[in-house]
């Protein structure tokens, strides 16, 4: 396996920081993950690859769903970059933007090459994170389509391949806060609907409890409703919290009434309180 060039600067590290808390928070918000789109393409296959791009330029293009000329180095790049996509611990933030970059700089077809990296890298992003499936990601490099082509033409620079990594994580970082703003938007209208609809003491009370909880103890309890039996550990993984943190915050929601647990410690489990 032979690993591409590229370096990642302290921008890149906090971006891959800054919307992995993002993504946690829109998963929260959303009642239920999309599905993952286009099942019929594996990102991490050659093969499918070179069908998805015949799809994509259909009638366009004398060479749909081959490389050009069938070039023999053509063939062994893409073959060593599909190798390192499969093996490489990077990431996925930055295996996927490295996937784009360097499949634009191959070269490989004799057009559709920027569209398909950017296709592409939108199937390797909702492999990490379903929730990434349905994001208008795709649309809001296209409308920075003159960036785009100005941090491209580092292509063939390797320490230049930073720059690419970083617009691209600032273009997804911007598609996920918008999406964000919209849900807390949406929730914020459903809420007031529902305080003219009903206006009950004991709705008034579950109400008041919610705003009082902070975003990490929010997505605790969405965790813990949909897998009961999740462990601490989990927890922490995926919310990217100190096991004592998570502790902590388990006890605060027990002591509200807004969790419990059932049966023992070890194979009991949570139950979250409407």
Sequence with gaps: MIKPSYQLSSEVINL????????GILETLTCRTPEIRDE?????????????????????????????????RVR?????????????DEHPLVSSCIFHYELTAIHPFSEGNERLGLYWQTLLLARWRPILAGLPFESIVVERQQEYRRVLAYIGESAKTTHFIEFILHCLL??????????????????SREKVQDKSPENVVNKGNETHLS???QRIVKLLADDPRITIGTISRRLQLSEAGVNKALAGLRKKGIIERVGANKNGTWKVNA
Excluded at 16 to 23: F, G, K, L, T, W
Excluded at 41 to 57: G, I, K, S, T, W
């Design 16 to 23: 891959i920081a800054e919307i992995s808390e993002q993504v």
């Design 40 to 72: 019929q393409f594996d990102p991490f296959l050659e093969d499918d690859l070179l069908r998805a791009h015949e799809r994509m330029v259909d009638g366009l293009s004398e060479g749909i769903g081959r490389y050009c000329q069938d070039d023999q």
């Design 76 to 88: 062994l790049h893409m073959s060593m970059l599909f190798d390192w996509l499969t093996h490489t």
């Design 174 to 191: 911007d598609t996920i806060k918008q999406e964000v703003k919209n849900k807390v938007k949406n929730k914020v209208k459903n809420k």
């Design 215 to 217: 975003k990490s103890e």
